[in-house]
């Protein structure tokens, strides 16, 4: 059970620091500045997000039930764990080891997996012309 609830809570780490990674890696095509920016980017955030949880799961040991403070001490060093040594060590330097290997996908694969946007693209709103009239604001039907 613990490491069901401890993989929902640490996916949240894996997405804001490989999303970054790759967000940087689209613009440059530069792995080892993806995996540096990446990483120098969302280590404040993993790691102010996981103290708090190390804290939230060490108060469990303050509420009585053994139970319950076996839970708190197993999921704070899990936490723990998977900020500081996982995200913040391992996962940068094999992807910086990896190198080009990180961003392979077969194009038989490639083809048939759906290209999303995340970002809105980059169209300009038309800007207003100088001789079209200011809209009236509609009346307010409070009373």
Not at 17 to 43: I, P, Y
Not at 56 to 71: K, M, S
Request: aromatic share 8%.
């Amino acid at each position: 059970m613990m490491i069901s609830i401890l993989f929902g809570l640490a996916m949240d780490y894996q997405v804001f620091l490989v999303s970054r990674m790759h967000e940087e890696w689209v613009q440059t095509k530069d792995n080892a500045r993806a995996v540096r920016v990446g990483q120098v980017e969302t280590a404040r955030v993993i790691t102010a997000a996981s103290a708090i949880m190390v804290c939230v799961f060490i108060a469990f040991v303050f509420g009585g039930q053994r139970t319950i403070a076996e839970f708190g001490i197993g999921l704070s060093a899990a936490v723990a764990l998977d900020a500081f040594v996982l995200r913040t060590i391992l996962v940068p330097a094999s992807m910086h080891l990896f190198g080009k290997a990180n961003r392979w996908l077969p194009a038989w694969l490639d083809r048939r997996m759906p290209h999303l946007p995340v970002d809105p693209p980059d169209e300009p709103l038309p800007a207003p012309s100088p001789d079209s009239p200011t809209p009236e604001p509609e009346p307010s039907t409070r009373p």
